[in-house]
């Protein structure tokens, strides 16, 4: 029998070693911005009844039709691998009565794997990875605000500071309805130039006719009337209110008529921040009847989410570092009856709270240190015969080349100083 290679299905992507410090760093960053900003890590299973994504997503969004890994389980139910998070959130504060007590409910969630069946691009995957916040239960325009500015936050402080917003408001059930007729009037006299997919929005959903990519649309969502126009006097002040709240925290932005997003469940609020240069890198708003929708009271609510393999990539082009994991100090021992001395030094050292490496394959000293340097550790400590009858280790310094003689009792408190001083 052939033992045949298996590869990772297609699509989806492996996170390596020398990839995963880039990976903990946003975490890290995310997981900061969330605690100052005041939000909760919440925690939603990776997949839902598919009804939940029918009602929240919308039928007759791309996602819903062709992007959800959907499929039966062993016992009958049609179950949905979850191509987004908001869904998810919105279940479980109901489900366990966060709209009972004090609100907002602040939710946040890190690095939590979501599934759409996309064609693979760069950047794209099967399964992919978003941060995200979510504000249950505001209505008031400073939910909004303070949405976005964890938002941008998030993308400056993981190294982006040149990042902005884009804002728009999508109109709410007072204002959204006559927009959507004045737009299909404005399409009315030519369906026949449009794409197959628009011609199905203008009967279903209009105000999608202004997300189309097809570049035979494009004159015409250039000529339609826009929705900041057509705003009632409500969504007309909530719009204001947000931008004043941003002006007053410095949080650079610009209304752009272009936002639009999903616009199923979403209202009034829709936002993107974005790069100069590598473009949108997270986006969201306000949807104030999600939580209705999903059989709850009418709760407004506002987050976003952000994709966490397009940050990172976004990162790596614009040259910011996220070094690979390496060893502070690799403990060398130079003869072999010396093992167990080098042995106990580096798990002394680790309860300590230094990175300590020891050799597993019994190495020669001399291969021991080419390894330390492989490994690219910064200290490599010699346990010697000599070292070992005066209660010392010798420490080189790999990057210098240079080396000293400490006191073995206080090795740690001499390499913590210098790997502080290098700035390590
Ligand atoms: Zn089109
Ligand atoms: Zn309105």
Redesign the pocket.
């Known amino acids: 029998m052939s033992a045949v290679r298996l590869t990772a299905p297609r699509g989806v992507a492996d996170v390596l070693p020398q990839a995963a410090g880039a990976w903990q760093r946003v975490e890290a960053v995310a997981r900061d911005v969330f605690r100052r900003y005041g939000f909760a890590e919440i925690r939603t299973p990776m997949f839902e009844a598919t009804e939940l994504f029918l009602r929240s997503v919308g039928e007759d969004t791309d996602i819903v039709a062709k992007e959800m890994y959907t499929f039966v389980d062993r016992g009958g139910r049609s179950v949905t691998l979850r191509p987004e998070g908001t869904a998810g959130v919105v279940r479980a504060y109901l489900e366990h009565g966060m709209n009972a007590g004090p609100q907002p409910v602040k939710l946040c969630y890190v690095s939590a794997p979501m599934f759409r069946y996309d064609r693979p691009e760069a950047g794209r995957y099967r399964q992919f990875h978003q941060m995200g916040v979510e504000v249950l239960g505001a209505a008031a325009p400073a939910a909004d605000a303070e949405v976005i500015a964890a938002a941008h936050a998030l993308i400056a402080s993981a190294g982006l500071p040149d990042a902005s917003v884009r804002l728009n408001s999508v109109?709410?059930a007072?204002?959204?309805p006559a927009y959507r007729e004045r737009l299909r009037d404005h399409y009315r006299p030519h369906l026949e130039a449009l794409c197959p997919d628009c011609r199905v929005r203008f009967d279903r959903n209009p105000l999608r006719l202004l997300d189309c990519k097809q570049p035979q649309c494009a004159p015409f969502i250039a000529s339609a009337p826009t929705l900041a126009d057509a705003?009632?006097d409500?969504?007309r002040a909530h719009l204001d209110e947000v931008q004043a709240l941003l002006t007053a925290a410095r949080i650079p932005f610009e209304l752009d008529p272009g936002i639009v997003r999903g616009l199923d469940y979403y209202t009034?609020t829709v936002f993107e921040v974005v790069h100069p240069t590598l473009g949108a890198l997270c986006g969201g708003g306000r949807y104030d009847g999600l939580v209705e929708e999903l059989g709850g009271p009418p709760t407004p609510a506002v987050g976003f989410a952000l994709g966490v393999e397009r940050l990172i990539l976004a990162l790596g082009e614009r040259g910011v570092e996220a070094p690979a994991q390496a060893p502070e100090v690799f403990v060398a021992c130079a003869a072999e009856e010396l093992r167990a001395d080098a042995f106990r030094t580096a798990m002394a050292w680790r309860e300590q709270g230094v990175a300590a490496e020891v050799d597993l394959l019994g190495r020669s000293f001399r291969a021991q240190m080419r390894h330390a340097d492989r490994l690219g550790a910064r200290f490599v400590a010699v346990v010697g015969r000599s070292e070992a009858e005066r209660g010392t280790v010798t420490v080189r310094d790999m990057g210098a080349g240079t080396q000293e003689e400490v006191e073995a009792a206080g090795a740690v408190a001499y390499l913590r100083q210098r790997l502080a001083s290098a700035g390590a």
């Open positions: 109109g709410d007072t204002c959204r705003l009632c409500a969504c009034r």
